[in-house]
């Protein structure tokens, strides 16, 4: 066994959030180390990679990883019928994650925090007056670290969340993607119907010359895709048969506990999610930063407590919990719509001034009040009437 080391805090996670918190801490001057299990930041994941136009300038990220802009996209019901969206402006970046990730990790390291690759975190245990992680690479023994503070960022895997007395999300829905040959240009596309994805939607994203194409669902989602891909002709390129698809759960709802003593969670670990589409990266670098702030001030302070800690729960839920939890709401009650109802939406989509509301009230990484206007506009109809209804008494309106 080899002799304990130290750190000022431990971060468990190399995706956004673990890394911009990482970044943050060490900028402040703390000693940081942080393991990932991958031999590689941001490979092989399952993502869309799309992130909101002004995460770039909010966060102070550079560009490099972008591959393409959205600015329209097309809606396309359980029957065909399609609603083209144009927006006035570019609203939404799809990036290469492998580059955008390895820039995050490129800032953290820059701010002096050690970086460790393919090196797993087996164990988080409090004790008295220091946090220990054990720690383990391929072919080697563990390794024990002790440090004031432990950061968990590891998205959807739970273990260490329970080891530390923190909660873990209380839904997951299926994802699964693959990359396929494309060739410049192409609309982004989302797939609705119990048909393509029951309980959520199908995608089709350009990604530089390759087409990202995925799925969000209740049901088993690399079954669903192969078979999405399958009616579509495989999207052009090799056999579905042949074409490995990635899937993951991906976190919905509120995590009901992200501080105790010396540990909290950030990013997917701690359900700072869209539970609309799924997407967490811009969540997970807002929550990091006040995850890093509160931490600072614990060692300005030397007190790590619960109570110590108890600040990033309450800023990190004030700044995205109603919109967690209105888009939770409403997407499940709006997955219990039949594929019927959903083409009657269409319709009215094309006719009645729906898509003026959207360019009015969207913003991408917020859509509690797009939501909320869709739900005025279709309150003469007796289902939407109810789920606004249900919003009001959740005190979410």
């Not at 873990?168 to 990359?179: I, R, S, T």
Request: hydrophobic share 40%.
């Amino acid at each position: 066994m080899k002799a304990e080391r130290r750190s000022d805090v431990v971060v468990v996670g190399g995706g956004p959030s673990g890394l911009r918190t990482a970044a943050r801490l060490a900028a402040g001057g703390l000693d940081v180390r942080l393991f990932e299990r991958k031999a590689a930041v941001g490979r092989n994941v399952v993502c869309t990679g799309i992130v909101g136009r002004d995460v770039f300038a909010r966060f102070g990220l550079g560009t490099e990883s972008v591959l393409n802009e959205i600015g329209e996209a097309r809606l396309v019901s359980p029957f065909g019928t399609v609603v083209a969206y144009g927006h006035p402006r570019p609203f939404a970046c799809v990036v290469d994650r492998e580059r955008f990730d390895a820039g995050l990790a490129a800032a953290a390291a820059a701010e002096g925090a050690a970086i460790e690759l393919g090196t797993r975190v087996e164990s988080v245990s409090v004790e008295p007056g220091r946090v220990r992680v054990t720690v383990r690479r391929a072919g080697s023994g563990p390794v024990h670290h002790a440090a004031a503070v432990a950061v968990i960022a590891t998205g959807v895997d739970g273990a260490l969340q329970k080891q530390a007395g923190l909660g873990h999300p209380p839904d997951f829905l299926g994802g699964a993607q693959v990359e396929l040959p494309s060739g410049p240009g192409g609309t982004t596309s989302i797939f609705f119907g119990r048909g393509v994805a029951p309980g959520a939607f199908a995608w089709s994203v350009p990604a530089g010359s390759r087409m990202r194409v995925g799925l969000l669902t209740r049901g088993e989602p690399r079954a669903l895709l192969r078979r999405f891909l399958e009616a579509r002709g495989g999207e052009r390129g090799p056999a579905v048969g042949d074409i490995p698809v990635a899937a993951r759960p991906v976190a919905q709802g509120l995590v009901d506990r992200t501080t105790a003593d010396r540990v909290l969670s950030v990013g997917e670990a701690a359900g700072q999610i869209k539970t609309t589409t799924g997407g967490g990266i811009s969540y997970g670098l807002l929550c990091a930063d006040l995850a890093a702030e509160t931490i600072l001030a614990c060692f300005r302070r030397s007190s790590f407590g619960a109570a110590d800690l108890a600040g990033y729960e309450r800023r990190w839920r004030q700044a995205v919990e109603k919109e967690i939890r209105v888009g939770h709401y409403a997407r499940r009650m709006c997955s219990r719509l039949s594929d019927g109802r959903i083409e009657d939406l269409f319709r009215l989509a094309r006719t009645d001034g729906i898509l003026p509301i959207i360019r009015e009230t969207a913003d991408f990484d917020r859509h509690s009040g797009l939501i909320l206007a869709l739900l005025e506009r279709l309150s003469f109809m007796r289902y939407f009437r109810t789920v606004k209804d249900g919003l009001g008494r959740m005190g979410l309106s």
